[in-house]
């Protein structure tokens, strides 16, 4: 894996997060959790190269977020076996099995002690500066609330926000 500046990031993040995704591990080498996330951003905030990320609560990769402050999304591309990995790790628990085992995903650890996959092709290594809660009364289009949350659908959202300290590139 070679390390690329922010200055040379030129990928269309339309695409690449909401058509392609994502996944989000949270934790440390010794234990962590991954899950497939397709909402989210990279921006420019406080100075700094940031992802913004929005995870409910109610996922098990949330707990270990809480845990260390180190995130990573990884980008596995488009081929039908990142589909499938993808597909598994959003829909399915780590508190109900062991997703590296079942998926063949093959850990990575940075010299950083960031966690990535042998499957990515794109690692961007965060550290977490901001958990945000959304608030009901702050949405301005009541059909999001109605759409999105609510009995059956879920939580609001953490809204986290993570200063992009590494950009692995994978081959
Ligand atoms: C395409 C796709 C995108 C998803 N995006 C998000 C997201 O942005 N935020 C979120 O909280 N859950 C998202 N999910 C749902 C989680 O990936 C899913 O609930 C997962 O099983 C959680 O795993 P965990 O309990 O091991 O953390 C998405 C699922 C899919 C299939």
């Known amino acids: 894996m070679k ?36 909402w989210g951003g990279i921006g420019w905030l406080w100075n700094k190269p940031v992802a913004f990320i929005f995870v409910r609560p109610e996922r098990y990769t949330y707990e270990f977020l809480k845990k260390n402050r180190k995130l990573s999304l990884s980008f596995l591309g488009k081929e ?9 790790c959003g829909s399915k628990s780590g508190r109900d099995l062991d997703k590296v085992k079942e998926t063949g995903l093959k850990p990575v650890f940075t010299e950083t002690d960031g966690i990535t996959y042998e499957q990515a092709r794109m690692t961007l290594e965060c550290q977490q500066l ?7 009364s702050d ?23 993570a200063e992009i300290e590494h950009i692995w590139i994978n081959g």
Not at 8 to 28: D, P, S
Not at 81 to 87: F, N, V
Not at 130 to 136: H, L
């Open 130 to 136: 901001y958990e945000g809660e959304m608030r009901e």
């Open 80 to 88: 039908e076996e990142a589909r499938k990995i993808y597909s598994f």
């Open 3 to 38: 390390q690329i500046e922010v200055s040379a990031f030129k990928e269309n993040i339309f695409e690449t997060i909401g058509k392609e995704w994502m996944l989000v591990t949270g934790g440390t080498k010794e234990d962590f959790n991954m899950m497939t996330a397709s």
């Open 139 to 161: 949405f301005l289009d009541p059909e999001i609330l109605k759409n999105w949350y609510g009995e059956k659908k879920g939580n609001l959202h953490k809204v986290i926000v």
